[in-house]
């Protein structure tokens, strides 16, 4: 099998697609597919953590697969694995591009070397709606096929003079940067939520900060980005105290009047029980349904 010598690092919290499109790039081939199709393996594969994939792009780059296993998003069933984090595929985005503009800038530099700056682990996560270092939200780019969508290189050549103009300043809080933390490393600096499998802990945080700030039924679909990064900063001044502070916050969502007659947590809690109970079967949510009953008394 050919191998290469890899003329751009591989940089620490970097997906593996980024790496290949800007590897791709550096060697002057027009796209990562077309990279990928050259030395025989499948670039949509490699996106999706495929053994054999992942095999053969290790052995052509020198690079082993347990260095690369930190940027893989795997596909397991209809989740997604990223960094050792399971989640359901409505949590993250793998496939589109996801980007800061002032982290891209930065890594192009003034000599505009489109191949320096990479992408990022954590921009998979559509909870991570804008940048903890600059402040700013993050941009969504869609190709005009996902082979496009996915290239990094491609999506920040093409869009550079857009990613330019960006102007969306929108000021993060603790909860973007446990985000960051915790998809790097197994513990984000708070203990009960360190605790909980890391889709739990944020959906969890997330819509209780919602709930908080516009009652029992948030119309969660039409919240803003600046929204929800409100809704993060409040759902995390609770979560991120810990169990006691939780369960007050439940207690008094639970006290408001209701109609008499055999309590239910959709009754008691509204969209934050909705959004519990769909996702029951995965890791860690079984743990806070008991905490929700524990409250009520059911």
């Known amino acids: 099998m050919s191998t290469i010598q890899p003329v751009v690092k591989f940089n620490a919290g970097e997906p593996i697609g980024s790496f290949c499109s800007r590897l791709a790039a550096a060697y002057g081939v027009r796209s990562a597919s077309y990279f990928a199709e050259l030395f025989e393996f499948s670039f ?20 082993s697969p347990a260095r690369l296993f930190d940027g893989l998003a795997t596909q397991v069933g209809c989740n997604v694995v990223v960094n050792g984090h399971l989640f359901a595929r409505r949590f993250v985005d793998p496939l589109r591009c996801r980007l800061c503009p002032q982290c891209v ?118 919240l803003t980005a600046s929204g929800w990064v409100d809704a993060g900063r409040e759902g995390i001044a609770v979560t991120g105290s810990g169990l006691p502070a939780v369960k007050q916050v439940l207690r008094e969502i639970a006290s408001r009047s209701m109609p008499r007659g055999k309590k239910s947590l959709p009754m008691v809690f509204g969209r934050l029980a909705a959004e519990v109970l769909e996702f029951e079967n995965d890791p860690g949510y079984r743990d806070i349904i008991s905490i929700m009953k524990e409250v009520v008394g059911v």
């Not at 949509?44 to 690079?63: C, S």
């Not at 003079?161 to 809080?173: F, G, N, P, V």
């Not at 819509?207 to 039409?222: C, K, N, Q, W």
């Open 44 to 63: 949509r594969g490699l996106m999706n953590g495929e053994h054999r994939d992942v095999q053969v792009f290790a052995e052509i780059t020198g690079i």
């Open 105 to 222: 800038i930065e890594g192009v530099g003034q000599q505009g070397n489109f191949t320096r700056t990479f992408a990022k682990v954590q921009w998979m996560l559509k909870s991570m709606r804008c940048c903890p270092v600059h402040d700013c939200q993050l941009m969504t780019f869609r190709g005009r096929t996902w082979q496009d969508s996915a290239d990094f290189f491609w999506v920040v050549r093409e869009n550079f003079k857009l990613i330019e103009r960006s102007t969306a300043q929108l000021a993060s809080s603790p909860f973007e940067h446990y985000l960051s933390s915790r998809i790097m490393q197994s513990a984000g600096g708070y203990t009960w939520l360190d605790g909980l499998p890391l889709q739990a802990a944020i959906h969890f945080t997330e819509t209780l900060g919602a709930v908080i700030r516009h009652g029992t039924e948030p119309d969660l679909e039409t």
